[in-house]
């Protein structure tokens, strides 16, 4: 059986003219493609195209199971240049890749913020706010990767001059505070309640071993948006638990090299090696799974949806949530003979052996009964 449920030519013309959509138009009017894919090598190195309407270049990222509910985008800034300033009734989170510059923010009421940027810094445009992005480099370009709920807003409108044209203001959202985007928050829980971080690669994280492999998490809400996105980490010669839950999570490899297991129920996984601006899109409730096979900590940051989170009724993600119990993550003591195989002959490639003996011994701590 095909991993990807493919379908001979004549059957799938039955649904061709339902697989455009106003969003996957508006694509192409702007010149771009996306790129159907659950998977990119190197988000610093992909190919981009000429964006003559944001004066920059440009591409989208998007596995067709994700493409209804967010998406994704590299975009790149020439050398001493600036992009188009632009308003959109859509949410909109950024990493900057590479390079360094300053985005500008205001809203028609006169409100208006400016904020500088670097490698590895995150941050969220508020709803409908005019902002402009320029590039701080006269000799290099700066290249960032965002993620947006603009495919259904465009869907449902299916009116460009309307979701990027309206003039109105969401003063709950933004109002010219002159510290919105500081680097600082209020922590609560696993959330930080941000606008802005700095350095998303050495941002400190807190203890979340509910995911194994004795690992960090943060969890951030910004611009008080409905998209959320986390960074987790895990260390050396480990690997997390895996488990599954909606479409549309984008996850950016910050830091470390490895491979990730991707695979839908009831078949075998397929490998994706990854190291700093590897994209890999888990398509919807595909398990996956993520391995550390470098000498430093792993680190990515997941983009996302909240549709991607399916969550119990204490507000819990199944996707922490054994699957003994309910939820959509697998155990240690449930995983397939052939993830710790892999992971230990992955390793051996270079001389190393796993170091997971103390994460299974502490699962069983809190192991539910089988059902």
Request: net charge negative.
């Amino acid at each position: 059986m095909s991993d990807d449920a493919i379908v001979n030519d004549t059957f799938a013309a039955k649904f061709a003219t339902e697989k455009d959509s106003p969003y996957t138009r508006w694509v192409a009017d702007e010149g771009l493609d996306i790129i159907a894919a659950h998977y990119v090598p190197d988000l610093r190195t992909v190919e981009l195209k000429p964006w003559e309407r944001r004066g920059g270049r440009g591409v989208f990222i998007n596995h067709e199971a994700s493409r209804v509910s967010n998406d994704c985008y590299v975009c790149e800034i020439p050398a001493g240049g600036a992009l188009a300033p632009q308003r959109q009734l859509f949410e909109e989170m950024i990493l900057v890749l590479d390079g360094h510059g300053s985005t500008r923010v205001w809203n028609d009421a006169g409100g208006e913020v400016t904020f500088e940027w670097g490698p590895g810094a995150l941050f969220a445009i508020p709803l409908n706010a005019n902002h402009q992005h320029f590039n701080g480099s006269g000799r290099t370009t700066a290249r960032f990767v965002a993620s947006t709920n603009m495919p259904p807003v465009i869907n449902l409108y299916d009116d460009v001059d309307f979701v990027f044209g309206t003039s109105k203001d969401f003063p709950g959202r933004f109002n010219g505070e002159p510290d919105y985007f500081a680097p600082s928050g209020e922590q609560k829980g696993l959330l930080l309640d941000t606008n802005f971080v700095a350095d998303a690669v050495n941002l400190p994280l807190i203890e979340a071993k509910e995911r194994g492999a004795g690992g960090g998490h943060i969890r951030f809400a910004m611009a008080k948006g409905s998209m959320n996105s986390h960074i987790s980490q895990f260390p050396t010669r480990t690997y997390k638990k895996g488990h599954r839950h909606g479409p549309g999570a984008h996850v950016i490899i910050l830091s470390g090299t490895g491979y990730s297991l991707m695979w839908p129920e009831g078949e075998e996984p397929k490998r994706y090696d990854w190291g700093p601006g590897t994209l890999i899109v888990p398509p919807n409730l595909w398990f996956h799974q993520h391995f550390n096979t470098g000498t430093e900590p792993g680190r990515y940051l997941a983009f996302k949806h909240e549709a991607v989170s399916l969550r119990n009724a204490q507000g819990v993600p199944k996707a922490w949530i054994s699957r003994r119990i309910g939820g959509d993550q697998i155990d240690y003591a449930d995983e397939a003979p052939l993830v710790r195989e892999t992971f230990r002959k992955a390793l051996a490639e270079h001389g190393e052996e796993p170091q997971m003996d103390a994460a299974y011994e502490a699962e069983l701590a809190t192991l539910p009964p089988r059902p």
